[in-house]
């Protein structure tokens, strides 16, 4: 099965990358699609263990922090020498702790992005003790829909809800943006056979 964006990963690469990413994909439980997005989009669509963040000093396909890289038992310095592939290893280990919690897109972008967030509600604020809500919404102004100077959950839902579907169907992949929002889907089916409802039994009479 072709996997969405195996074409942007470089020719040198991609068979052993795509096959790798459907392996651990399989052990974690994920659609491989998923992690292929959240790699193309963090890796600014480069798909290159070497790429970094200058401001926050994020690396790697994922955007791996110094920190992180540092609770895994490596380094940006290391992960940056790796090759795409190797990476990978690491890329599985930091997902491996949430096998079983990532039930869709969303949750795998959460994950990536702020693991506190997995699961909570609409109105949950993204911060943490040491990292300020405020510092999340300077450092992730796209997700501060309302300019409020924080960053919630639901508005972290509304832009990826807006942009990444898109992106999908736009590359042939409406099987992928279905399984991932199928909550949302289901509810705008229900709305659309409401009105249809309404309108057969009072539309016809105007």
Do not use: C, H
């Amino acid at each position: 099965m072709k996997l969405q964006y195996q074409d942007k990963v470089p020719s040198s690469y991609k068979d052993e990358f795509v096959k790798k990413v459907a392996s651990i994909s399989s052990q974690l439980e994920i659609d491989p699609n998923w992690l292929m997005a959240i790699i193309f989009w963090e890796s600014a669509g480069t798909f290159s263990p070497s790429v970094e963040n200058k401001s926050t000093g994020a690396t790697g396909l994922i955007q791996f922090m110094p920190s992180t890289a540092k609770g895994l038992g490596t380094s940006t310095t290391a992960l940056k020498k790796m090759s795409a592939v190797e990476q990978l290893d690491w890329v599985y280990k930091y997902y491996l702790p949430y096998k079983g919690k990532i039930k869709n897109y969303v949750d795998t972008y959460f994950v990536t992005f702020f693991p506190l967030a997995v699961g909570k509600p609409d109105n949950f604020v993204i911060e943490a003790n040491n990292i300020p809500a405020s510092l999340i919404a300077s450092q992730n102004p796209a997700f501060d829909v309302n300019k409020d100077g924080k960053v919630q959950v639901w508005e972290v839902k509304k832009v990826m809800l807006e942009k990444l579907p898109k992106e999908w169907i736009r590359n042939g992949s409406v099987s992928l943006a279905v399984k991932s929002y199928t909550p949302q889907i289901i509810i705008g089916l229900l709305l659309i056979g409401a009105g249809a409802s309404l309108y057969y039994f009072y539309g016809r009479t105007k």
